[in-house]
């Protein structure tokens, strides 16, 4: 008992950095992809246009269920499926580059 008791602390600090981590790849999940067009695994529950949907989203990919296909949806789509814009923030289309680097990012760090 002693030893679970003198362990609390330590395992509380990771769980609030745990949580700031789904917290700050929420909010740049949101920022980056809340305009993107849906892809076949994305629906009104599964995405990125809300920060507590994004963080139920983080919280499935965390676990391994299907983030690679998660994130080929947000790199791939393309127009005529999406009205590409100058500024990517003007844009429904999603950003290879930006896909790639968050997700996998998300995948080592999660």
């Known amino acids: 008992f002693k030893t679970a008791a003198a362990s609390l602390p330590i395992i509380s600090n990771l769980l ?12 740049a999940m949101t920022q980056a992809f809340s ?14 246009r809300s ?5 139920i989203l983080l919280f499935r990919m965390s676990l391994g269920e299907g983030w690679n296909q998660i994130m080929e949806d947000y790199a ?19 950003s290879k580059a930006w896909a790639r680097f968050l997700f996998v990012a998300w995948n080592i760090i999660s």
């Open 16 to 27: 609030a950095t745990w949580l700031v981590c789904f917290l700050v790849f929420a909010i």
């Open 35 to 48: 305009l993107t067009r849906f892809g076949d695994e994305e629906t009104s529950d599964i995405n990125f």
């Open 51 to 55: 920060v507590p949907k994004a963080l």
């Open 76 to 94: 791939e789509i393309r127009p005529p499926l999406c009205v590409e814009e100058s500024k990517f923030f003007d844009s429904d289309c999603g």
